[in-house]
């Protein structure tokens, strides 16, 4: 052989060699570099939905949190204080005026009261419907309806009718300082 055959052998060889190296190795690598950058592009496409739509769901709850902060003093007057007291029982005694039932109110200890109520039962329930659509947040904790036949008076020495009922209900009035008593206390558990 000579030197040009040589060259000639070798250079196929390493052609060969070049082309097995090729399809063994370089071409199933650009196959994977395309799935993954395949891959790649769906993800980035996903996060750009997911970015999207976290973008509308914040300013969703931006315009929610701007909403309640705007109500939050309707909220905060709902709550019963030391100063809205007075507020209260004169309210509580518009509505037994209203409902034509007589009311006796027995400030125990605050924010508790117990109520004793006599009128028929329509009207103990329209007052009950009124206490239960105040303003004010409450919670009936404890609530007794007594028929008042073959009794002689109620509150002090006033007479009733015959179809009248007593009505005793002991409420509880959520505070401002009971909403932060329960927060600190979930927050602590």
């Not at 000579?2 to 071409?27: A, D, E, H, P």
């Not at 199933?28 to 891959?39: D, H, M, N, Y």
């Amino acid at each position: 052989m000579n030197s040009k055959q040589k060259i000639y052998l070798f250079s196929g060889i390493f052609l060969i060699i070049v082309i097995i190296l090729f399809s063994g190795i370089v071409k199933p690598l650009c196959l994977e570099i395309k799935q993954t950058a395949k891959l790649v592009e769906e993800r980035n496409n996903k996060l750009l939905i997911l970015q999207k739509t976290d973008e509308a769901y914040l300013r969703n709850l931006e315009l929610e949190y701007i909403e309640i902060k705007d109500r939050i003093s309707l909220i905060e007057s709902g709550f019963l204080n030391n100063d809205s007291v007075v507020d209260f029982f004169i309210s509580l005694e518009g509505i037994a005026s209203n409902t034509f039932n007589r009311l006796e109110i027995e400030a125990g200890k605050f924010p508790e009261f117990t109520f004793h109520l006599l009128g028929n039962f329509s009207n103990s329930m329209k007052f009950l419907g009124w206490l239960e659509n105040s303003k004010y947040f409450l919670n009936i904790e404890y609530l007794s309806m007594e028929g008042l036949r073959n009794q002689r008076s109620f509150l002090g020495e006033e007479l009733f009718e015959q179809d009248d009922i007593k009505t005793v209900l002991k409420i509880k009035n959520y505070t401002k300082d009971q909403e932060i008593d329960e927060e600190q206390n979930l927050k602590s558990n």
